[in-house]
């Protein structure tokens, strides 16, 4: 079974503070993809930053960049200099030729 | 705007009703799906159309009909739902290679429509 586990419901952070986000995944796969996903209170999810598993370097976008570790099987999200429009829930997400899948969710509050 | 809009955006509906939720993508994308998000859950995929051909149902109940006419349209026909039906319905859409095989790259998703089933 490929799952993905995102062990933290809810999170805070201190505006311009980092914060680190946890996931992990489990699969038989060699080949995937990993997501990161940001849903907005009542708005579009959009994605955030996306990793290649066959990528050692880890992918970053601006103030997002992700710790992969492939042998654990660990995926984790870091925001740097966290602004309010940061706060959301954040999906985890594996997706590769036979499945798609979600975590449930952190909800990430950015503290001014 | 991620380019998939999906209406209406709200829908209240008896268990006894008829209603169908549209999405369309802009984007020129050849896949695109259906996920249920249900409060405290993980995002459930319900169907996926590949190239206009449904590739996967996950164990869906019959009372949730999907139907895509072309590869920028789908819909989700819905009759004789129950209360426990009512969540957030998500459409999204992505690019696949051309070998027919699903990558499950990056996806775009509407904004959802809110079903609350009575």
């Known amino acids: 079974a490929q799952t993905v586990t995102q062990s933290q419901p809810e999170m805070s952070v201190q505006e311009a503070e980092t914060v680190t986000l946890s996931c992990t995944y489990d699969?038989?796969?060699?080949?995937?993809?990993l997501f990161w996903y940001k849903q907005p209170p009542s708005r579009q999810m959009i994605l955030v930053i996306r990793?290649?598993?066959?990528?050692?370097q880890n992918a970053t976008e601006n103030r997002f960049s992700v710790n992969f570790q492939k042998a654990a099987k660990s995926f984790s999200l870091k925001i740097s200099d966290s602004q309010l429009g940061d706060t959301a829930m954040y999906f985890c997400?594996?997706?590769?030729?036979?499945?798609?899948?979600f975590g449930s969710g952190t909800k990430l509050n950015v503290k001014p | 705007e991620t380019g998939v809009t999906q209406t209406p955006r709200h829908l209240v509906m008896g268990m006894t009703n008829k209603k169908s939720l549209k999405c369309e993508q802009h984007?020129?994308?050849?896949?695109m799906y259906w996920y249920k998000q249900s409060a405290k859950k993980p995002l459930e995929l319900m169907f996926v159309?590949?190239?206009?051909?449904?590739?996967e149902n996950n164990s869906v109940p019959s009372r949730f009909s999907p139907e895509c006419p072309n590869s920028s349209h789908l819909f989700l026909h819905l009759h004789t739902l129950q209360p426990e039906d009512s969540a957030l319905y998500l459409c999204?859409?992505?690019?696949?290679?051309?070998?027919?095989?699903?990558?499950?790259?990056?996806?775009?998703f509407g904004p959802g429509t809110r079903l609350t089933v009575l």
């Open positions: 999204a859409s992505s690019q696949e290679e051309g070998s027919g095989l699903p990558t499950r790259d990056t996806q775009y």
């Open positions: 699969t038989s796969e060699n080949n995937y993809y």
């Open positions: 990793q290649e598993a066959y990528k050692q």
């Open positions: 997400a594996f997706g590769n030729f036979n499945k798609f899948y």
């Open positions: 984007l020129g994308h050849n896949a």
């Open positions: 159309y590949n190239f206009k051909e449904q590739t």
